[in-house]
Structure formats: C-alpha cells, structure tokens
C-alpha cells in the first residue's frame, strides 16, 4: 500500500507542478519571449540546446511535451517549432539514467524552500511572482518525480513483483511487454531503467533482458504520454502522439539492432556500451542514451510527415481555427503602416462574426457553437490588441499612432459589443414560448441583425456610404425603447414573476448593443 501511495503521490504532484508552470508560462509569454521561442524552433542548433536542457533539468519527456503543449496554447509556439524540443528533451532525460545517484529529492526541496520563502518576503503584486509560482511548480514536479522514483524502487524487493519478473524474463517478448506496463503504471522510462538497473546489479536478470525491458518502457511511456493527453483536443493532442510515435521509434530502432546482434553476432550495440564501460548499470544508462538519440535520428527526417499524420489525427479544434489570427506576424511590425493595415484585416473579420451570434434561422441562441464563436473572436481581438500596443515600441510617425490608438478603442467596443450581443441572444432563448414571445423575440432577432449586417458592409468596403444610415439606424431611440418596454410588460402580464426581469434585460441589452454599434461608428467616420 505504501508503494502505491507513494506512486499515486508522485503523480498528483507531478500533475500540479505542470499545471503550476503552464499557467507561469502563460503569463510570462510575452511578445519577447514569442519570438526568443519562435527563432529557437527555426534552429535546429537551438531547438537542440533548449530541448536537452528542459529534459536534464525536468528528468521528464512528459513534462517537457506538457509544457511546450501550454506554450502552444499561449501561441508562443506552433507545433512545427515544438517537435524539435520534444525530441531532444528525451535525450536530456537521460542524465538521470547516467547520474541515477543524482538525490532529485534535494533539488526540489531548494525549490520549495527558495520560493516559499522569497514568496512570503515579496509583495502579492511582485512582477517576479510568476516566475516563483514557475519555480514553485517544478519543485512539486520534481518532487512528483521523485516520489515515483522512490515508490517505484522498493518493487525489486517484493517477492510476487520478483517472481513476476523472473518469469517475464524467461521470454524476449515478455519482458518488452513488462517494460511498456511498467512505464504506463510510473508514468517514466527513466524511472523503469533506474529500477530496472538497481535490478540487474543485483543479479536478478541479465543484460539482454534487461536492455528489452528499458525498450518496452520506452514504448509503454511514450503510450502514457497518449492516454494522459486524452483530455486534450486540437494541436495539443498532436505533440503527445508525436511523443508516443517518438518513443516508439527509438525503441523499434534500437530492439532491431538487438536482434541482428543477438541472431548474427554482429558487433552493435551491446558491444559498443560493453566496450564503453564494464560495468552493467552503466552499459544499461548507456543505451538508454542512444535509444533516444535513435528517436531523434528516425523522426526528425520525417517529421513533417509524422505531423501531417497527428493533425489528422487530431485536427484543430474550432476555437483553435477561430482563435487564430489571420493576419498578424511580428515581423510586420517592422513595417508600422504595413501593421495596421494587418490589424485592421483581423479586426474586419472580427467585426463579420458579431452577427453570427444572434441567428434568426431558428437555431438555439446559446448553443456551444456560438460560446465557442465568442470566446474564439475574444482571443483574437486580445492578440489583436497586443500587437498594436507592441507596434507603438517601433516608434511610428504620428498618424499611424493615431490610427493605433482608434484601432485599439475600435477592439474594445468590439469585445464589448460581442459579450453584450452573445448575452442578449442567451436572454431572448430564455424567454417562454408564447406566441406574444416569440414574436418580440424574432422582432428584437431581425431588427438588430440589420443593424449588424449594415455595420459589417461598412467595416467591410471601408467606406462612408453606410455610416450615415448606421448613424440614423442608431440615433437615440428612448421613446421607441420605452413603447418596447411597456409591449414586454403587457405581454409579461400573463407570465410568472420570474420573466418579468428577463423581459427588462432584453430591453437593457438590446438599447447598449445600438448604443456600442453607434459608438463603433463614430470610430469609423472620425
């Protein structure tokens, strides 16, 4: 029991560690560290080094592919970019498999130490703060990893997991498929070498058994990557299968050249571990070595092959497509004028979709399509927003900061516009199915559906003609709101209390909904 608390332990802190650090990374990835992270994926040098370092520092492929899944989700990286690091983060797992002595037990209790206490002497609003909480995160994940390190050791000196391994070894095939479960079961092939080396010094099994063992783990870890993505969606889903097609590579490579070894006598790889060191647990963390660097050798050549291969397995979500810009790349910034005609692309789309949130074909206002439509058209805007603010660091002439400024007030009214729209559509579904109801509904539906339209033709063809009718469409209408208000309150007569608040927040709504498109206008005459 105590080896599976220990276990179950680990992964619970594992767990919270990624998360702590994904959501730090998701508040430190700024436009900087965008573009620091975008020419390190265009490198295959770089991506190299910061791959391998992720790898040694967090002895986890898991918790590298997990992050580097957050920075996808930032947009700080896109997947191409990603693979690389993936890659070579295995390769850096191996360090632990070199260095098993190596306490991880001791590093993340400085972890913690160090940003327990620097957090309790720093303010709440200390712009260091993320990077403590990133720092907190990994020593929890190392401790994580420690803790299934630790449970995972005492298993050589049960007697029934000893009897199992001293039969599973008894077949070449057993004992790969006893790696692969025991990576799924610890989440690590690191972890399995490490017992498996333990293991073998103490003369339970041999060599040969031994090196199929740590291949199967490999495979087995490369599986667990998969099920522990299966909450995932999208282009995050994509990096755990190219972990586990990865990892399956490697190992295939490496079980291929046992075979011929052990079938032909030829000199490969058993022979140049025996000759690089004699002793077996260093022959064993020595393979493991190089069975990554086979993963590396047999999937970087094909990589855009094998991502064409996840992307249809796992297509983008459609918050993914909706919550991509267009237009925007960071080298237009450059070019200011160039910049803000970009921006004002995203913003035109942008604008085409409000209407999308308030159907009048019948459909369900409040349908997740639409939630996802609304959150998809934020993100953008948010990006949108956060390129013309960096745009102003290149110090454009005046009128293009200008343009800026009005562009970044046109953004906002435009999120507010959405959010207020999305809410009126989610109000008018409540309402009941009277005939009087329906009727107000369709009425309020249509009326500002024309508005919208005529505000995306304007947007649209960047052109005066429609904004003297939006400007008359949307002039101040407090006579005609309250002759609204007084036909909701009779129809409401005959309704339960209840609806009479919902039938008022129509009319809030629907009366800021014109009020935001008239303020949206002015931004486009002015």
């Known amino acids: 029991m105590e080896i599976l608390v220990n276990i179950l332990g680990g992964l619970g802190l594992f767990f919270i560690g990624i998360a702590s650090v994904s959501q730090s990374l998701r508040q430190l990835t700024g436009s900087t560290f965008r573009r620091l992270m975008a020419r390190a994926g265009d490198h295959p040098l770089a991506a190299a080094i910061i791959g391998t370092l992720a790898g040694v520092l967090l002895q986890s492929s898991n918790a590298v592919t997990f992050i580097i899944i957050g920075l996808i989700n930032t947009k700080a990286l896109d997947a191409r970019r990603g693979l690389p690091m993936v890659a070579w983060a295995n390769v850096g797992t191996s360090a632990l498999v070199l260095l098993a002595s190596m306490n991880l037990r001791l590093m993340a209790l400085f972890l913690l130490a160090s940003t327990g206490l620097a957090m309790h002497l720093s303010r709440d609003k200390s712009r260091y703060r993320y990077v403590l909480a990133g720092l907190m995160g990994l020593g929890l994940l190392l401790m994580g990893t420690d803790l299934i390190k630790v449970g995972a050791k005492p298993l050589q000196d049960v007697a029934d997991f000893r009897n199992l391994i001293a039969y599973g070894v008894q077949s070449q095939a057993l004992s790969i498929m006893l790696g692969m479960v025991l990576a799924v079961f610890t989440q690590s092939t690191s972890t399995v070498a490490v017992a498996a080396i333990g ?17 199967g783990a490999n495979i087995g870890s490369g599986i667990s990557t998969a099920l522990m993505a299966a909450n995932l969606s999208g282009t995050g889903r994509q990096l755990a299968y190219f972990q586990c097609a990865f990892k399956s590579i490697g190992s295939l490579l490496l079980i291929g050249l046992f075979y011929l070894e052990t079938v032909y006598h030829w000199p490969l790889l058993k022979a140049l571990v025996a000759d690089m060191d004699g002793a077996l647990g260093a022959q064993i963390a020595w393979a493991y070595f190089f069975m990554q660097l086979a993963g590396v050798a047999g999937t970087m050549p094909i990589s855009a092959w094998l991502l064409g291969i996840c992307q249809r397995l796992s297509p983008p979500t459609r918050h993914e497509e909706l919550s991509s810009p267009q237009y925007l790349y960071d080298q237009a910034l450059e070019d200011p004028p160039t910049a803000i005609t970009l921006a004002e692309c995203e913003i035109r789309d942008i604008v085409a979709r409000i209407s999308e949130l308030l159907p009048y074909d019948g459909a369900m206002l409040d349908s997740p399509g639409r939630q996802t439509l609304l959150h998809g058209s934020l993100a953008v805007l948010q990006e949108t927003r956060a390129f013309l603010a960096e745009m102003l660091e290149y110090q454009p002439d005046l009128d293009v900061v200008e343009l800026n400024l009005k562009l970044q007030t046109r953004c906002e009214l435009i999120v507010q516009l959405m959010e207020t729209t999305h809410q009126l559509g989610i109000t008018l579904g409540g309402l009941p199915g009277t005939d009087g109801m329906i009727q107000i509904r369709d009425s309020v539906v249509e009326g ?17 003609d429609g904004i003297p009718l939006l400007l008359l469409m949307t002039e101040d209408h407090t006579e005609i709101m309250q002759r609204l208000r007084d036909s909701l309150m009779h129809e409401a007569g005959s309704l339960h209390p209840a609806n009479y608040q919902s039938l008022l927040n129509v009319t809030i709504l629907l009366e800021r909904s014109i009020w935001l498109i008239r303020r949206l206008v002015l931004t486009l005459k002015s």
């Open 199 to 215: 293991m073998t010094q103490s003369g339970l099994f041999g060599l040969d058994q031994t090196l199929l063992l740590v291949y």
């Open 448 to 464: 500002l559906h024309v508005i919208l339209l005529t505000l995306n033709d304007s947007v649209a063809e960047q052109g005066a």
